[in-house]
Nanobody
Framework: QVRVVESGGGLVQPGGSLRLSCSVS????????MGWYRQAPGKQRDVVAT???????NYADSVKGRFTVSRDNAKNTVYLQMNSLKPEDTAVYYC???????????WGQGTQVTVSS
């Protein structure tokens, strides 16, 4: 059974920080590209950051310089460090694991991040 489980969301004030975690089981984690996506009410789901199996990273322009994605293959876990948070970062954040050569993609259930005074 494949499991993708996000954690670490919550309520934070503007300018604050949060670290999201995504723990994965049931796949060979080393070979999967991992991504963080977010969706606000009434908006489409957008990519936030990705990290490949070889640790190559990409970021949405809106979060560059503020967010950092990383992975720990020994723990089968990917992280999203979020600093200098803004109200417009408020969304449900989803973790994705993808191996296109195997036509495999898996999604977590999401974790709520709310940035408000």
């Amino acid at each position: 059974q494949v499991r993708v489980v996000e954690s670490g969301g919550g309520l934070v004030q503007p300018g604050g920080s949060l670290r999201l975690s995504c723990s994965v089981s049931g796949i060979d984690f080393r070979f999967y590209a991992m991504g963080w996506y977010r969706q606000a009410p009434g908006k489409q789901r957008d990519v936030v950051a990705t990290i490949s199996g070889s640790f190559r990273t990409n970021y949405a322009d809106s979060v560059k310089g503020r967010f950092t994605v990383s992975r720990d293959n020994a723990k089968n876990t990917v992280y999203l460090q979020m600093n200098s948070l803004k109200p417009e970062d408020t969304a449900v954040y989803y973790c994705n694991a993808e191996y296109p050569q195997l036509r495999a993609t898996y999604w977590g259930q999401g974790t709520q991040v709310t940035v408000s005074s």
